[in-house]
């Protein structure tokens, strides 16, 4: 059951969207969000809109799975349309009730949060579900390398974010093992009322730190017999090489944002 | 033949956090030296201080007292620290403790990368290691899809990449399954003959010892046995004594010479056994 977590869920395929240097997707991406920002009308959203959907056709990801990352955040995006109702005072009241009024600029700034944030969520999801967790570190990784030059631990972040991530199977698969055992000890952990569940989920994460810290040592021990010594005159064997198909979808991005915030202007 | 490894009167305690209690002496007093392109077994039942010994070969461990010498580089020379750690690799006991990247090559690439060697160069030698242990169509997995043998065998390709001159492996095949350990054993020993690689077996299963050149036993941080394996192991008595077993085939011939007949009690292999009990119905 534990299993069927997957962080980041990542798609493997083989789309151009895929294929970008992660690098590109993660400097697109940010540029994504502040097109999606800067931009106050609904034509500017729209041209956001025809973006984003332009590239989700393009990755090949069946689209049911964007709405699926929208669900998890349905309460969060309730929350901001109904503070944006309630507490815009500016427009013509459409409803007003002992303290709460209604106005028409309020249901049509939720109504555009609402669409903005969803598009947000849509078009970040792409990154994830096209590009797999090591990579994206490793990406991150090179776009943060300047930060170097500041002392600040750019390989050992990237270092420790990829052990996590090599780790989290292993560490589900003893979850797993350690819940049997403690079941079959009697430990209730699926039945029972939620206070002595939490007490006997103490009988499962004691024994799962003991063992991390082990693994944590004896990898440690292994790193080293592999002369591992920081990142200080490191080589990789993943190389990122960017393609003229980078620099296009740069291209594309730029003149999306160069668009949004001429419409602003102009609308 | 050259020695690879020499190791004079080491000695070597853990220091006690709790300063009244005496430090706890592991090795006491180690003399052992290990030809070039040997392959030597250490036995030992746990506790003995075999890992410890091991550890100190490739200098995360360093003696308390005495020397120990790896081609040419005393492993208290840290300045050539990383160059000693290059010849002398060392595989664990679990293979899901030593993998350190999500994808098969680039954990295999790991050693190399903290070593600096160009892209390359880089991509030969973490192919030709993945072929060398039979891995090179997984190169593209991730760990957790593949069995304990296989990761194991990754583990090793990621050792054999940086060329080293010899191998240490401690208790490689613990945690196993008998084909596991078969793939295992098979590649270690193809390591051995085709590319020459001096290898340190630390192990307690006695057949995997049987297959090696020469055979060391430990105990109590000590060395007491070192000899071929049929000479070793044809000291039942003072095997079974520091609590080790012999190999199922030594037992019999044992068992028989005890009981009168005349058989060779250096007898290791299942057809060594066959052809000695032949002959003895024979005669």
Known sequence: MLRDITIGQYFPGNSIIHRLDPRFKIVITILYIVMLFTGSSYICLAVGAVYTFGAILLSRIPLKMFFKSVKPLFIFLMITALINLLFMSRGNVLFHWKFIKITDEGVNTSVFMVIRIVLL?????????????????????????????????????????????????????????????????????????????????????????????????????AMECRCYHGGEGRTRLRQLKSAPRDYIALGITILFLAAVIVLSRLF | MENIIEIRGLHFSYESDDEEKKPVEVLKGIDLDIKKGEFVAVLGHNGCGKSTLAKHINAILLPTEGTVTV????????????????????????????????IV???????????????????????????????????????????????????????????????????????LDPQGRKEVLATIHR???????????????????????????????????????????????????????????TELAWELRKAGCDISPEIISEGECVAAIQKLFAD
């Open chain 2, 105 to 175: 090559e680039e954990d295999v690439a790991f050693a190399l990368e903290n070593l600096g060697v160009p892209y390359e160069e880089m991509r030969r030698r973490v192919d030709e290691s993945l072929k060398a242990v039979g891995m090179y169509e997984y190169r593209l997995h991730s760990p957790s899809q593949l069995s304990g043998g296989q990761k194991q065998r990754v583990a090793i390709a990621g050792i054999i990449a940086m060329e080293p001159k010899c191998i240490i492996l401690d208790e490689p095949t613990a945690m």
């Open chain 1, 121 to 221: 969520i849509m078009g970040s999801s792409l990154l994830t579900y096209t590009t797999s967790p090591i990579t994206l570190t490793d990406a991150i990784e090179r776009l943060l390398s300047p930060l170097r030059k500041i002392k600040f631990p750019v390989h050992e972040l990237a270092m420790m974010m990829s052990i996590a991530l090599r780790f989290i199977p292993t560490l589900i698969e003893e979850t797993d093992k350690i819940m049997s055992a403690q079941k079959a000890r009697g430990a209730e952990i699926d039945t029972g009322s939620f206070t002595t569940r939490a007490k006997n989920l103490i009988s499962i994460l004691v024994p799962l730190f003991i063992s991390a810290f082990r693994r944590a040592d004896e990898l440690a021990t």
């Open chain 2, 191 to 249: 390591m051995n003959r085709e590319q020459g690689i001096t290898i340190v077996l630390i192990t307690h299963y006695m057949d995997e010892a049987a297959d090696c050149d020469r055979v060391v036993v430990m105990d109590k941080g000590m060395v007491v046995l070192d000899d071929v394996p049929a000479k070793v192991f044809s000291q039942v008595e003072k095997l079974k004594a520091i609590g080790l077993d012999v190999p199922q085939v």
């Open chain 2, 71 to 102: 081609d040419g580089i005393d492993t208290k020379d840290e300045e050539k620290l990383f160059d000693l750690r290059q010849r002398a690799g060392m595989v664990f006991q679990n293979p899901d403790n030593q993998i350190v990247s999500s």
